[in-house]
Structure formats: C-alpha cells, structure tokens
T-cell receptor
Framework: GEDVEQSLFLSVREGDSSVINCTYTDSSSTYLYWYKQEPGAGLQLLTYIFSNMDMKQDQRLTVLLNKKDKHLSLRIADTQTGDSAIYFCAEGRRGSQGNLIFGKGTKLSVKP | GAVVSQHPSWVICKSGTSVKIECRSLDFQATTMFWYRQFPKQSLMLMATSNEGSKATYEQGVEKDKFLINHASLTLSTLTVTSAHPEDSSFYIC???????????FGPGTRLTVT
C-alpha cells in the first residue's frame, strides 16, 4: 500500500521539545518531507531528507530517518507557541515530483 | 523563496453552478502544476497534474469532465469545478515544482463550499 501514518495530536508545553513521528510503507521513496500548515493557510516546506541519509538538522529542527523500519521523525527543540500548527509527513519518489503521498497530519498544540 | 498564489481564497456557490480556481506562480515559470484536494482532518490527495500546452493528467478516480484543468501559460493553471455538488466542498490546493528535484511550492489553498 501507499499509506503514510501519523498520530493525529500532540500537546507540549512551551520550551519543551516536540517529537512528531511518521511511518511510511514504500521503500522506494526517494525523498521524505515535513510540511507545516497553519490555520487557513497552504503548506510550508519545513525540511526534507533524502532516503540515503539518517539524520538532518536545521536550526531547531532535527529529522531522523530509520529506513529499515520506514520510520521518520521530526523533533522541534524549544517549542514555541508559534509552532502550533498541523505537521504533515510526505514521501516522494524520483520521477514523480508532484505525486507526494501525505499523512493525515499531526496537530501540534503548544501550551504556554 | 518562490511564491504560488491562489484565487479566490474561499468561495461559496450554489449546487449546479461552476466555479473556477486560479493558481499562479508569481516569480517563476511552471510548466507543470499540481492540484490537490484536502478534506477536513484528512491528508492531501493529488487530483491531477496540469501541463502547460497539453492535457492534464488525472489520478485514478478523478472525473476529468467534472474537474476541468487548463494550463494556458507558464504561470497560470485553472481548475474549474463544473456542476458543483455539496460533496465537492473541500479545500483545493495547487503546487508547482521549484528548481530542484525535491522542491515543491504550495499555494495557500481555496476553500470551496457548495450549498
């Protein structure tokens, strides 16, 4: 199948770290993405990782990829109230740039 | 970064009417654009690939006669929902590939409500 699974909700306190998990099924996925969607807005690409990488860090964001288990995670350090949004995991394949398979999104709520 | 706009941002129409949604790449050219549909609390589903100067490619299960796509220029793709019904109510999002092989820029989406 082509399922991308995410937990639907995550609640953290401001200043804590947030970890959003995602599992995917297609081992041929070339790129894996994390997108952020704020209420009423489109998707903003947060970060991506190539399938031959294990980890990628970009400021407060750390992406971990376990290709054996087909598990992807996004860690947000020092979570702020402005990080409250829905986070989508997506997988893409070489040659099918538009055909991203999205998870249902994880709604992150950050409490002050 | 590259910007993709959509117009309108939201629209309410009566059942049986047609609605046109525009997707524009503002500072770059896009020979290909993608149209997604997002139901509440659901993921985005690719509906079709819009190709400049040629016919759109529709995903399985998407009615091409109902969702008309026109990619008339390198910066504009339109999606027309014909004879809209309440079940067509959804959030429609377009995107366009960036210069790299992994980048894709998304528009802000159009909320369609059919009454």
């Amino acid at each position: 199948g082509e399922d991308v699974e995410q937990s639907l909700f995550l609640s953290v306190r401001e200043g804590d770290s947030s970890v959003i998990n995602c599992t995917y099924t297609d081992s041929s996925s070339t790129y894996l993405y994390w997108y952020k969607q704020e209420p009423g807005a489109g998707l903003q690409l947060l970060t991506y990782i190539f399938s031959n990488m294990d980890m990628k860090q970009d400021q407060r964001l750390t992406v971990l990829l376990n290709k054996k288990d087909k598990h992807l995670s996004l860690r947000i350090a020092d979570t702020q109230t402005g990080d409250s949004a829905i986070y989508f995991c997506a997988e893409g394949r070489r040659g099918s740039q538009g055909n991203l398979i999205f998870g249902k999104g994880t709604k992150l709520s950050v409490k002050p | 970064g590259a910007v993709v706009s959509q117009h309108p941002s939201w629209v309410i129409c009566k059942s049986g009417t047609s609605v046109k949604i525009e997707c524009r790449s503002l500072d770059f050219q896009a020979t290909t654009m993608f149209w997604y549909r997002q139901f509440p609390k659901q993921s985005l589903m690719l509906m079709a690939t819009s190709n400049e100067g040629s016919k759109a490619t529709y995903e399985q299960g998407v009615e091409k006669d109902k969702f008309l796509i026109n990619h008339a220029s390198l910066t504009l793709s339109t999606l027309t929902v014909t004879s809209a019904h309440p079940e067509d109510s959804s959030f429609y999002i377009c995107s366009a590939p960036g210069g790299g092989t992994y980048e894709q820029y998304f528009g802000p989406g159009t909320r369609l409500t059919v009454t």
